[in-house]
């Protein structure tokens, strides 16, 4: 069998009719390609020998899903990972699907790993969020530089955006290339970038990124700090 998938169950008590915890592993050519693991409060009380076997208590299930829940999660992300396999290779594709497994390596997800995993979701889903809020704006001179817009934006049109950019000696180019200084990222973002959807200009920039190449991501708010300066 070149795919399949492998599952383990844990279970709350000796009537092994309810479940405390669920892990599913993919595999394809025979190496794990993607591991779900998930706590679930069976709704029933535990036997101390169960918890002993597996050390799943039921304070730790307390406030977890039930496994209605958990399994309509788990059938949303397979879905999703089956229409996607387009993206493996891809940033950031596999970035996510590497950590995922690393931090599910254990069966278990700490406190500190959780709001890590969720920092990575939260960037994957919204693009303005990889962005450094603590960029020295003053160091940055208009002048010379090679643009891209992408996004919608608060301030106005591309149109006028663009239009302000050249007024201080900037230029202004429709898509991503080698020669791009800056893609800046409109504040009313766009209704694409849902659903971890990047758009073509933030996820090339972000390779090039990964690649070495030195093209620098801003944000409108941190642009009109850099006009009202110059």
Request: charged share 25%; glycine share 6%; net charge negative.
């Amino acid at each position: 069998m070149l795919s399949y998938a492998v599952v383990d169950v844990e279970t709350p008590n000796k009537r092994n009719d309810a479940v405390c915890s669920i892990a599913i592993v993919h595999m394809a050519n025979g190496k794990p390609v993607h591991k779900i693991y998930k706590l679930v409060n069976p709704e029933t009380y535990f036997d101390d020998f169960n918890i002993k076997l597996h050390g799943i208590t039921p304070a730790m299930v307390k406030n977890q899903p039930n496994f209605n829940d958990v399994w309509d999660e788990i059938q949303k992300i397979s879905k999703w990972l089956k229409k996607n396999k387009h993206l493996c290779g891809q940033f950031p594709y596999n970035d996510l699907l590497d950590t995922c497994e690393e931090i599910l390596a254990d069966g278990f997800i700490s406190e500190e790993e959780r709001d890590y995993l969720m920092l990575l979701l939260n960037e994957f889903i919204s693009p303005s969020a990889i962005i450094d809020e603590h960029q020295d704006s003053q160091k940055l001179n208009i002048s010379g530089k090679r643009f891209c817009l992408s996004g919608n934006f608060s301030a106005g049109t591309k149109d006028s955006i663009e239009n302000a950019i050249a007024s201080l000696g900037g230029e202004c180019a429709k898509s991503v290339t080698r020669e791009t200084d800056i893609l800046l990222i409109g504040g009313e973002g766009n209704e694409n970038w849902l659903y971890g959807n990047y758009g073509s200009k933030v996820a090339k920039a972000l390779q090039m990124q990964e690649k070495g190449h030195h093209i620098q991501i801003l944000n409108e708010a941190i642009f009109a700090d850099i006009f009202k300066e110059a």
